[in-house]
């Protein structure tokens, strides 16, 4: 308001007006409390406070909507919002862009790069200043004629920002807000920024030096500038890049200290002995985690420092039933086949035939015993994969005969006429986007378009409980590794916690600037990682609810995330077709992925964590060697840590597999490293 | 500088918008009559923008669902997401309009229903019940090596098979790369690549694991063996097997040295069975056989003109080898004409050289114009009908009884009267102008000139459709048969039966030996030719409507105690019909032999009795 008064102070000096004029315009300045002001026009325009009382508020309007819409014609329909006092005037934010664009190109070619990448947040600001003015022609023009230098993944954004022609649509806009409200972080070595602010104050352009000042963080580091492929590498997100002082949080990546599984083992009585856990089919206590991968076993006596002390999150008691199902766990994976690049895994594949594209999302329990696919009709199937077929529970009659102490009491209290191969789940309103299996194999979530979460039981085979808390389509749905937990994400742009024996959710991650598309919990269950369409992938602590990871660098939505066995890699894979990994203590890309030609949409780690396999739409498998990958950056980490430099990605690429016109919807390895794959065939 | 900016922005993107004008429709089609311009403006950006914004949401709806493509539902979902209804009704087929009744104050919109009879429906049975969703799962990957299964994509794309024939310089710049493509490739030789840093030439891609060794000495030995169900097996597997390319080369060499060393020996069974080799590789769609066509070619010519192609050609049935081999031609010009290639000009060529030289074996002249004719309507008339009174000449003395001619040639010459008489009609239909004299027919096409003009003269009253040859149709039937015979004359005669073919096929079905398995064998029973060839004389006109009517089976072998089965050709197209003996005829031509064929029984039948190469086929 204060830029306001002045602007119309200087029109009231500057031309002898009407008095009546001055008047008003007295009258305005007196409403707005300036005092010195007031008291200067009143000497030089000998008026009296008596004058001044006879104006009333109306006179008062008509001046200033007069005095503005003059000020409409006279400059082409310039300044109605008013918000920077000078230069609304399209032309002069054009030669400032001018001046800046020369600047950068003409710039050392060390410095180009980084400098480049101020150009894009000021063309959007510039963009919406314009379009704020009304002149929404001159914006277009002016957005045509630099879009085209800019970097090619900010094309969509431009796409986006050209969308908009009007001041009303400036508001309530995703891309928008996210522009607005916060600071666009762009990462520079100290030269580079010095010498861009000397340009700014030698050339005095108010216009570049305001937006600057208001909606660009410059995140500055000692030592020489990046380049092109460095700079591309971190950029491309809503929000720019991701500050260093994001990740600077300790992040507990290590796994939990496991149970010594030696002695469930070996004597199988000592479990009789703790079997005073009566209570079977309590959904709510789930087992602890399974043993995943062998290194763990080999240093299960040391403790991880980086590991999170057992009781950082409260985590459900272990049930002899989920003891069994561990042993039983650990007996597989003294079978499995290690894999590298020489031994690599078969897979089998699973097409799902005749669905006419109608197959959102299929998943595979961690046991390999079921699948269950989701429908757009909104119906949820379950397929047994195993000649074991999926049986009801008995009436409640016949359960009382049961004897309750019987080892086995588990198979008896299931009804054996009732086995079928396939069962499936209604219960949903819209399609269902994902599901997720239970670590305890006795329920699954859904998430669907109705913006429910519903959580089913396979031992009746009947929707539970709904969680109704979302608001807007739920997009993923994750169970915690150790079960109880449960992590979902929707359009609403938050991520959520909840347990499954609560119907209000006991987190909500906000940030995102944009839907978040997936969510995946770390495998010891301490985090939650989410990948949103702003392009971020974004890691928060289920202890407190705190963002401590900030990881930018994908160009598009991000669709798919796992972390790695080992807890301390992420991987995240992204419409642009590339799969990011990131290095989660300290938020740092590792390694660029591109071989992939359609989005990525799953994801899957060996067990033994060697092999990462990544499956598309583009109906590619790709096999990657991860632990050349991680040797290779640890080797040669240690060194500056802001500008990543990454590997070719074709040498860890170990295989790819094409499929019949067979795009990938779930990618899983069994406890033995076999890679179960399942695809919804695409009939042409 | 605007223009040019402006180019590259429309490259770019942007900024397409509704325009007032369709605005002015849209509110024309509702009722509002004249909508300032103004209004329409400001209409058409707000729509456009509107319009983006839930084409962006819905493409988010899209993704999700793993999809690539967007459709309606996408739509309505996000449009729903906005809380704007969604747009019902586009889900049907057809356009379903609304009525519109109103009175008593009081609108309606309704759907108009048709009436239904019931009985219609009834009647009709129950539609098909869509399929219901499966799961079937099957090997990617083993150990590493993508199998190449029917399931998996063929390891080599057609177009990647078609680069590399058509620029060889694509192989040498994948060669670093390709183990990585999931080409299998034994554990070894990957190793060995990544710990070398020179780049040899590899070798290795002509290198066969012992598994697809083992499998192509299998498929070789089962297509030129004595089992006919594992040749039908072994066929199969080759016309639709997707890995095959790697050992296409072989395949090829084999047939093409198969073809060589049999012609010389005149093995007409072997030579069949390489011809089906030929025609299960041109089937296998994953194959890209252009590499391969100079060896392909050249047997296959082989079996249409060689001079002699069995121990006995005035026995054997070589005619069925060479309409076969014809119409693999045929269909090899058709695949692979190019513009640079020529190749069915080149072909063309060849044969109509055989139809200019007066010295060409009568046999040759035979496969010459069988592989014109295969090649349609237009060739004949360029190639064949000018050369008509030529052939005519050639074969006059043969039929026309001199005593003193070998029996080998008046069969030859019988068959390309009848090859003849076949062709040329339709072509003859179009070149000549109606009145039809024989007198004429004579003067332009000598001795063939009489049967040429009846046989016009029917056509042009048949109704079209029957008299069209359709030599693009290829059907494994007569050379299944004909493959069987190996040791029989001429064409198919079928006793006795004088009425139209046609009507005779329910009772020939029915006295059908139902102890006799129909695959069993095929027959052949030609005529005593020189009867045959004065009763064809009598009969010529019926001859012309339907080979199969050629009449007198005088069987001039023992009888023995089997019976035969007479195949006939229907459409007349395969011109072999010929007699068949049993067990070639395998389970996967079943199909096309039933439809091309009528199987007739007879009481007698000859055993293939001379036959060495043949005699394991019993």
């Given amino acids: 308001m204060s830029s306001n008064s002045g602007n119309i102070t200087n029109g009231g000096v500057a031309p002898p007006q009407e008095k009546r004029d001055l008047l008003a315009l007295l009258k305005l300045i007196k409403k707005y409390n300036l005092k010195q002001t007031e008291e200067l026009l009143c000497r030089e325009a000998n008026i009296t406070n008596k004058e001044l009382e006879e104006v009333n508020d109306i006179e008062i309007n008509t001046l200033l909507t007069s005095a503005l819409g003059e000020g409409q014609d006279h400059q082409n329909g310039l300044a109605v919002g008013g918000t920077g006092g000078s230069g609304n005037d399209p032309e002069i934010y054009e030669a400032a862009y001018a001046d800046l664009r020369n600047f950068v190109e003409e710039s050392l070619d060390i410095y180009k790069h980084e400098l480049s990448m101020v150009l894009y947040p000021i063309v959007v600001q510039i963009y919406f200043k314009l379009i704020n003015g009304g002149f929404s022609e001159p914006a277009r023009k002016f957005v045509e004629k630099y879009g085209p230098d800019l970097d090619h993944y900010y094309r969509d954004d431009l796409q986006n920002l050209l969308m908009i022609t009007k001041r009303s649509d400036l508001e309530n806009n995703d891309f928008v807000s996210a522009m607005e409200q916060d600071k666009f972080v762009i990462r520079m070595s100290r030269d580079s920024h010095s010498l861009f602010k000397r340009h700014i104050q030698d050339r005095k352009q108010e216009v570049i030096a305001d937006i600057v000042a208001k909606y660009l963080h410059f995140d500055t580091y000692e030592g020489t500038a990046r380049s092109k492929a460095q700079c591309d590498v971190s950029s491309g997100s809503l929000i720019g890049e991701a500050k260093r002082g994001d990740n600077k949080i300790r992040v507990y990546y290590g796994l939990l200290k496991e149970v010594d599984y030696q002695t469930l083992t070996t004597p199988a009585p000592a479990l009789v002995e703790e079997e005073d856990d009566n209570d079977p089919d309590a959904p709510d206590k789930p087992k602890k985690k399974k043993p995943k991968k062998d290194p763990l076993f080999s240093k299960k006596s040391k403790s991880d420092p980086n590991a999170p002390a057992s009781d950082r999150i409260p985590l459900p008691e272990m049930k002899d039933a989920d003891k069994m199902e561990k042993v039983k766990a650990l007996r597989e994976s003294s079978k499995r086949v290690p894999l590298n690049k020489d031994s690599l895994p078969s897979v089998c594949f699973y097409t799902i035939l005749n669905s006419h594209n109608t197959v959102t999302c299929a998943e595979i329990s961690e046991d390999s015993t079921m699948m269950a696919v989701g429908f757009t009709d909104s119906s949820i199937k379950v397929w047994s994969l195993t000649p074991a077929k999926l049986r009801e529970m008995k009436s409640a009659e016949l359960l009382k005969d049961i004897d309750k102490d019987a080892e086995d009491i588990n198979t008896r209290m299931m009804d054996d006429r009732t086995g079928e191969s396939s069962r499936t789940f209604y219960g949903h309103s819209g399609p269902v986007y994902r599901c997720a299996f239970a670590p305890e194999k006795n329920l699954l979530l859904s998430c669907s378009e109705d913006t429910t979460i519903r959580l089913w039981s396979f031992h009746t085979w009947t929707c539970i409980v709904v969680y109704k808390g979302h608001l807007f389509p739920v997009w993923d749905v994750r169970f915690s590794p150790h079960g109880y937990y449960f992590a979902s994400c929707s359009y609403d742009k938050t991520a959520r916690l909840w347990t499954t024996d609560s119907n209000q959710p006991l987190r909500i991650f906000c940030g995102h600037l944009s839907d978040v598309d997936c969510v995946q919990f770390h495998p010891n269950s301490n985090y939650i990682a989410s990948g949103s ?72 780690f060996s067990r033994d964590g060697n092999i990462l396999a990544v499956g598309g739409l583009d109906c590619v498998l790709t096999l990657w060697d991860f632990s050349k990958l991680t040797e290779e950056y640890l080797s040669q980490s240690g060194g500056s840590s802001h500008n990543p430099d990454l590997n070719d990605s074709e040498t860890y690429l170990l295989r790819s597999y094409p499929t019949k016109s067979t795009p990938f919807l779930a990618l899983h390895f069994t406890r033995r490293n076999l890679l179960l794959a399942v695809g919804m065939f695409k009939s042409s | 500088m605007s223009i040019n900016t402006g180019r590259v922005a429309g490259d770019m993107l942007y900024g397409t918008t509704l325009s007032a004008e369709s605005m002015k429709v849209i509110a024309e089609s509702i009722g509002v009559g004249s909508l300032p311009d103004d209004a329409a403006k400001e209409l058409a950006e707000d729509v456009s923008f509107k319009i983006k914004r839930i084409v962006q949401d819905a493409a988010k709806f899209m993704h999700h669902s793993k999809r690539e493509r967007l459709l309606l539902s996408d739509i309505d979902q996000a449009l729903k997401v906005r809380n704007i209804e969604p747009q019902y009704g586009f889900t049907a087929n057809d356009f379903v309009p609304f009525r519109f009744a109103s009175g008593g104050g009081r609108e309606l919109h309704f759907i108009e229903e048709k009436e239904m009879d019931l009985n219609d429906i009834v009647q009709s049975g129950a539609p098909k019940v869509p399929l219901d969703i499966t799961l079937r799962s099957h090997w990617l990957v083993v150990d590493g090596i993508q199998p190449t299964i029917p399931e998996n994509p063929p390891p080599l794309s057609k177009d990647s098979q078609a680069l590399e024939s058509v620029n060889p310089v694509v192989k040498l710049e994948q060669g670093v790369t390709k183990d990585a493509a999931g080409k299998p490739a034994t554990g070894k030789i990957h190793k060995l690549r990544n710990v070398e840093t020179v780049h040899v030439k590899q070798l290795a891609t002509h290198e066969l694991s012992v598994e697809q060794q083992l499998y192509y000495k299998e498929i070789t030995e089962a297509c030129v063996g004595s089992d006919e169900p594992r040749r039908g097996e072994a066929l199969q597997s080759l016309a639709s097997d997707p890995g095959l390319h790697e050992m296409l080369p072989r395949m090829c060499t084999f047939i093409a040295e198969g073809v060589k060393v049999n012609v010389v020996q005149n093995n007409l069974a072997l030579l069949i069975y390489l011809m089906r080799m030929v025609r299960a590789l041109l089937d296998n769609p994953s194959l890209y056989l252009e590499k391969y066509l100079h060896e392909l070619i050249p047997s296959v010519t082989t079996c249409i003109v060689s001079k002699q192609l069995c121990m006995r050609p005035e026995l054997d049935n070589h005619w069925a080898l060479r309409d076969f081999a014809s119409r693999l ?128 003269i029917k056509a042009r009253n048949a109704p079209p459709s029957t008299t069209t040859p359709t030599p693009s149709s290829i059907s494994n039937a007569p050379i299944t048969s004909a493959a069987a015979t190996a040791s029989t004359v001429g064409r198919p005669q079928v006793t006795q039966i004088n009425s139209s073919v046609v009507t005779a096929i329910p009772q020939l079905r029915a006295i059908q030996h139902p102890s006799q398995p129909p695959q069993k064998f095929v027959i052949v029973s030609q005529a005593s030719t020189q009867q045959a060839q004065q009763q064809q004389q009598q009969v010529q006109h019926i001859q012309q409507h339907t080979q199969q009517q050629q009449v007198a089976a005088i069987h001039q072998r023992p009888a023995t105690p089997q019976s035969v089965l007479l195949t006939t050709q229907l459409n007349g197209s395969g011109g072999s019909g010929g007699s068949v003996t049993n067990s070639l005829l395998n389970i996967s031509d079943r199909a096309s032999v039933d439809s091309n064929s009528i199987i007739i029984e007879t009481e007698e039948i000859r055993a293939p009795p001379e036959l060495d190469d043949l005699s394991h086929l019993e």
């Fill in chain 1, 533 to 604: 369409s702003d392009r971020t992938v974004r890691l928060w602590d289920v202890l407190n609810g705190q963002l401590v990871r900030q990881m930018c660098g994908h160009k598009g939505p991000i669709y798919s995330l796992a972390f790695s066995t080992c807890g301390r890699y992420l991987a995240s894979g992204s419409s642009d077709h590339t799969v990011l990994v990131w290095d989660l203590s300290h938020g740092q890309l590792v390694a660029s992925l591109l071989r992939h030609t359609g989005s990525i949409h799953t994801m899957s």
């Fill in chain 2, 329 to 456: 031609m045929a269909m090899i010009c058709k695949n692979f004409n190019t513009s640079t290639n020529n190749l069915q000009t080149r072909v063309t060529r060849i044969f109509s050289k055989a139809l200019q030289n007066d010295k060409t074996h009568l046999s040759s002249l035979y496969g010459a114009i069988a592989g014109l004719t295969e090649m349609g309507a237009e060739v004949v008339k360029v190639f064949i009908i000018p050369r008509l009174k030529f052939i005519s000449e050639r074969i006059e003395p043969l039929l026309l009884g001199n005593q003193m001619q070998s029996n080998t040639d008046k069969t030859a010459a019988g068959h390309i009267r009848a090859m003849l008489q076949k062709c040329c009609p339709p072509v003859l239909k179009q070149i000549r102008r109606s009145p039809d004299y024989t007198e004429e027919y004579r003067n332009d096409y000598g001795f063939m000139g009489p049967a040429l003009c009846q046989a016009v």
